[in-house]
Nanobody, 125 residues
Framework: QVQLVESGGGLVQPGGSLRLSCTAP????????MAWFRQAPGLEREFVAS?????????DYADSVKGRFTISRDYAKNTVYLQMNGLKPEDTALYLC?????????????????WGQGTQVTVSS
């Protein structure tokens, strides 16, 4: 069952920007930590960023994207965004949205029980 739907991926040159979106059912969006993961071909799925469900506050970022990516929520639209600036070729991957109702920061794949299908981001000149 598809519960999370991502959009916004595409082809961008190094240094460019993209904003990814993930929509979720309200019952999930308002009571779950929402996160972005990414998976490059042949590599493991890795944590990118999360909007932690602690009364709807708190964010967490992988070291590789700190200062470049920003995760945010639009409660009116049940949407979580990933604003990606200063994109690098190594950011190229399938980006997936995920949700967990476990408490506290979660950065591992097994912690997340709900996933979207992913949106492709390709950074190349």
């Amino acid at each position: 069952q598809v519960q999370l739907v991502e959009s916004g991926g595409g082809l961008v040159q190094p240094g460019g920007s993209l904003r990814l979106s993930c929509t979720a059912p309200e019952r999930i969006f308002r009571s779950h930590t929402m996160a972005w993961f990414r998976q490059a071909p042949g590599l493991e799925r890795e944590f990118v960023a999360s909007s932690i469900w602690v009364g709807g506050s708190g964010t967490d970022y992988a070291d590789s994207v700190k200062g470049r990516f920003t995760i945010s929520r639009d409660y009116a639209k049940n949407t979580v965004y990933l604003q990606m600036n200063g994109l690098k070729p190594e950011d190229t991957a399938l980006y997936l949205c995920a949700a967990t109702d476990l408490r506290g920061p979660r950065t591992t794949v097994p912690a997340y029980g709900r996933w979207g299908q992913g949106t492709q981001v390709t950074v190349s000149s």
